[in-house]
C-alpha cells in the first residue's frame, strides 16, 4: 500500500498527503475528512479501508495512527451541506484537514508537498493532487486518513445520539437505514438532519 508514497518520493516530494472522508451518505450530521502524512510506514494494526475493519480494529488503528503520523482534520456541518451541496462541503472538507495538517509543521519554501485523494474530489489547493479510486486500499497514508476520518465521525454521531436519543444515532450514524428513515416519518427533522438531502 505504499506505492504512490514512494513513487512520488522517488519524483522529489519531501511530504506526502493521503486524504480521504467520511459521511458523504448520512441523512444527518457533518462530513468529516482526515489528512495524513506518515511518519513511519511500519503499523502493528491493520491499516486498510476504513469500512473494511471491524469497531475493534478501527480504533486500535486510530490510537497507532495519531502516534505514527502528521494529521489534520476538516469538519463541515449539516448547515453548510445544504447551502453548498454535499460534494462541495466535501472538498471543503478534505482542503481544511490538508491546511489544519501543514498548521502543525513548519514547511520550508523550498518544500515538495503532493496530496494524495482517495476518488475524484476535487481540491482547490495550490499543490498537486493526484486523484485515486479506492485509494483507500490502495494508500497507506489514505487508508489512514479514512481511519481518522470515520473514527471521529462516528464519535459525533454518537455525542449526537446522546442529544437526540430518539433517533438513534449511536448505532446507525445518521445513514439511512430503514428504522432511521422510520423514525424521521413519526418524529420529523432534527436539527443536525440534512434537510436539501432528496431522502429527508
Known amino acids: 500500500m505504499l506505492y504512490y508514497e514512494r513513487k512520488f518520493k522517488r519524483k522529489g516530494y519531501d511530504l506526502i498527503i493521503g486524504v480521504d472522508e467520511a459521511g458523504r451518505g448520512p ?3 457533518p462530513v468529516v475528512a482526515a489528512a495524513v502524512a506518515l511518519e513511519e510506514a511500519h503499523f502493528r494494526n491493520r491499516i486498510d479501508d476504513s469500512k473494511k475493519l471491524s469497531f475493534n480494529q478501527r480504533e486500535n488503528a486510530f490510537r497507532e495512527i495519531l502516534l505514527k503520523s502528521i494529521f489534520g482534520i476538516g469538519i463541515i456541518n449539516e448547515k453548510v451541506i445544504d447551502e453548498v451541496n454535499i460534494l462541495v462541503a466535501t472538498s471543503l472538507a478534505m482542503e481544511g484537514a490538508v491546511l489544519a495538517l501543514l498548521g502543525k509543521i513548519k514547511t520550508p519554501s523550498s518544500c515538495r508537498i503532493h ?3 482517495d476518488g475524484n ?6 499543490y498537486p493532487v493526484t486523484n485515486i479510486i479506492k485509494g483507500d486500499s490502495r494508500s497507506k497514508s489514505i487508508a ?6 470515520k473514527v471521529t465521525r462516528d464519535r459525533i454521531m454518537s455525542l449526537y445520539g446522546r442529544i437526540y436519543p430518539q433517533y438513534g444515532f449511536s448505532q446507525h450514524k445518521g445513514y439511512p437505514t430503514e428504522k432511521h428513515k422510520e423514525v424521521i416519518k413519526k418524529l420529523g427533522l432534527s436539527q443536525i438532519h440534512r434537510k436539501s438531502f432528496s431522502s429527508v
Not at 474530489?121 to 495550490?126: A, D, E, K, P, T
Not at 489512514?144 to 476520518?149: E, F, G, Q, T, V
Open 115 to 117: 496530496i494524495l485523494v
Open 27 to 29: 441523512l444527518a450530521g
Open 144 to 149: 489512514c486518513a479514512s481511519i481518522l476520518a
Open 121 to 126: 474530489v476535487r481540491l482547490n489547493i495550490n
